[in-house]
């Protein structure tokens, strides 16, 4: 049920009222958790730019403290002890944090630590102080699914974030980053940490890192040392709008794909200019890759290309790129105008041989 501010919403609070969805923090929250002890659902949307006051969160947190059967949460930013309260409801299983942080959690004030059985917890916020805090002294044994947009991620606050998510003990799946901020490179960032971090994760079906302060620079090497430890993943996404040059040629690309049978998304800059592999020679065939996005990766030998991709991954039907420069729009399109032909005749070629059996 969606529920406005109104001076007669005490008049629609029924004991049985599973799910509530409030467009802001309303003053009767409180008796809402109170007698709708059924309340599984709990959705409360502060619309941007709209920030709340201290007092609003202060009662978003008392409020989801009287919720006792919760299993989906969706919220501003709470405090230690409504966290607190929540990893005492088995039932919980998803979480969503969204909107701006007036006040970080306080760590001096936080006396000892507590395990939340979520799997599935996502953020919408403007830095990572408070989830890097939170993530530091709670543990997620259960949690397999993480989620962040950010407004600005600078590389030190990222390591920090990764570092929190090894120590959190989760056995995560998908992991999904994204900082919305698009400005200047920093000057000195680890290219590696922010793949090297997350090799632990030997489960991961999902990752998509994008930062435009980090540097997410692969070489072939790296490129295989994940994929080999990474051996369920889906779905690649590497993205670093900063970087103008690629190390990931097509050997360590077709190297690293037989690591990982299962991929069907990638997104990564490559090196289309140096081609070192002959698809004449080669014989390896990535059958479950569907999508490959190059972003802005350069191209010399559009034919040459073409001929690479029909035959190392006959299910990409045609490439995505970026759309920063003439010249590397123009080159991708030809390279998917070509794979575009050669699987036309290749279709033709087994219509006539079958005709002529």
């Not at 929250?29 to 659902?41: F, G, H, N, W, Y």
């Not at 949460?73 to 309260?85: F, K």
């Not at 900063?242 to 794909?257: M, V």
């Not at 004449?280 to 991709?309: G, N, P, Y």
Request: contains cysteine; proline residues 4%; glycine residues 2%.
């Amino acid at each position: 049920m969606a529920l406005h501010p109104t001076g007669f919403l005490h008049l629609f609070l029924s004991p049985t009222l599973r799910r509530c969805f409030l467009p802001a923090i309303h003053l009767d929250l409180k008796s809402i958790a109170t007698r709708c002890a059924a309340l599984e659902d709990l959705s409360v949307k502060v619309s941007y730019p709209y920030q709340s006051t201290a007092d609003e969160l202060s009662l978003l947190s008392d409020s989801v403290r009287l919720c006792k059967r919760l299993v989906t949460l969706s919220c501003p930013p709470l405090d230690w002890a409504a966290w607190e309260h929540l990893s005492n409801l088995p039932t919980l299983r998803t979480v969503t944090i969204c909107g701006e942080v007036l006040s970080p959690l306080d760590r001096d004030n936080f006396i000892f630590a507590f395990s939340l059985n979520v799997t599935t917890l996502s953020f919408h916020v403007n830095t990572a102080s408070y989830v890097t805090s939170l993530m530091q002294h709670v543990e997620f044994p259960s949690l397999k699914e993480f989620k962040m947009v950010l407004r600005s991620l600078p590389w030190a606050d990222a390591e920090q974030l990764f570092r929190a998510l090894l120590q959190c003990k989760a056995t995560l799946e998908h992991i999904d980053i994204l900082s919305r901020d698009q400005g200047v490179r920093e000057p000195s960032c680890g290219s590696l940490t922010a793949i090297t971090q997350f090799l632990c994760f030997m489960q991961l079906r999902t990752l998509r890192l994008a930062f435009p302060h980090s540097c997410i620079d692969l070489d072939n090497d790296l490129l295989l040392e994940a994929m080999s430890s990474w051996s369920n993943i889906r779905d690649l996404k590497l993205e670093d709008p900063n970087l103008r040059s690629a190390t990931i040629t097509f050997r360590g690309l077709s190297t690293a794909l037989r690591q990982c049978p299962h991929l069907h998304t990638l997104h990564i800059l490559m090196d289309a200019v140096n081609i070192d592999i002959d698809p004449k020679v080669e014989s390896f065939h990535h059958t479950s890759l569907q999508t490959l996005d190059v972003r802005s990766s350069h191209v010399a030998d559009s034919e040459a290309v073409a001929h690479i991709i029909f035959s190392m991954l006959p299910c990409v039907d045609n490439v995505i790129y970026g759309y920063s420069g003439r010249y590397i729009r123009y080159a991708w399109h030809d390279v998917n105008r070509r794979l575009e032909s050669l699987k036309s005749s290749a279709v033709i070629g087994r219509h006539t041989t079958g005709a002529a059996a």
